[in-house]
């Protein structure tokens, strides 16, 4: 696609419940990273992958959440038994493996956890 | 391991100068610089490697002091349009597979 796709693009959630936030990379991008972004804030690293491998997944703050990105194009980020805390957005961003061009983010997922 | 951004916030009249630091305790590989706009995602503006160099973008350029574990942003002629939040990301090895981490953002106020 033109850009980086999210979705669903807000999330309201009971606590206790799960939730699968959705990232459609670039076409062609081999690397896909999720960050989550508090209001005033910069991103915070969650994990990352280059094509259908998790690289790196340090930024994951428990074992409820975790990722995948079964075929090296679309991710989903799962977070279960939602807690207040998960309240945030979440951005994903993709990149060529040359990553001279940077990042691009998507519009990110808000997430309200109530 | 966040680099620390300074100033945390700058006020400017149009046509004036600004420049954001970055400082990393640690050995830096790269430096991304990104800005964001209220209620949007933030937009890459330039990569700088390790060397030494400096790059430019219209009115906007950036440093990189390896050495210091430093890089720094110059906005010069501000115009309104950069108003927004300037955020670096850096990247702490060649085989961190571009995983960034950022500072804690220097938000930027153009007035007319």
């Known amino acids: 696609g033109a850009g980086v796709s999210q979705s669903p693009r807000y999330k309201v959630t009971k606590r206790g419940q799960d939730v699968a936030l959705r990232c459609d990379p670039i076409?062609?991008?081999?690397?896909l990273y999720w960050y989550r972004q508090a209001l005033g804030q910069g991103p915070e690293f969650l994990t990352y992958f280059n094509y259908e491998a998790q690289q790196d997944k340090s930024g994951l703050p428990n074992d409820r959440f975790s990722a995948e990105r079964p075929e090296g194009s679309i991710s989903t980020l799962t977070i279960q038994r939602t807690e207040q805390r998960d309240s945030a957005m979440y951005r994903c961003?993709?990149?060529?493996?040359?990553?001279?061009?940077?990042?691009?983010f998507g519009s990110g997922t808000r997430l309200t956890v109530v | 391991q966040q680099p620390v951004q300074s100033p945390q916030a700058v006020i400017l009249r149009e046509g004036e100068d600004a420049v954001i630091n970055c400082s990393s305790s640690k050995a830096l590989y790269s430096v991304h610089w990104y800005r964001q706009k209220h209620g949007e995602a933030p937009v890459f503006l330039m990569i700088?490697?390790?060397?030494?160099e400096q790059k430019g973008h219209e009115k906007i350029s950036a440093s990189f002091n390896e050495k210091k574990q430093q890089s720094s942003l110059y906005l010069t002629a501000s115009q309104l349009s950069y108003s927004g939040t300037y955020f670096c990301g850096t990247e702490i090895g060649s085989n961190q597979g571009g995983k960034l981490i950022f500072g804690q953002g220097t938000e930027l106020s153009v007035k007319p």
């Open positions: 961003a993709s990149s060529p493996l040359d990553r001279i061009y940077g990042y691009t």
């Open positions: 700088l490697l390790k060397g030494g």
């Open positions: 076409s062609g991008h081999v690397s």
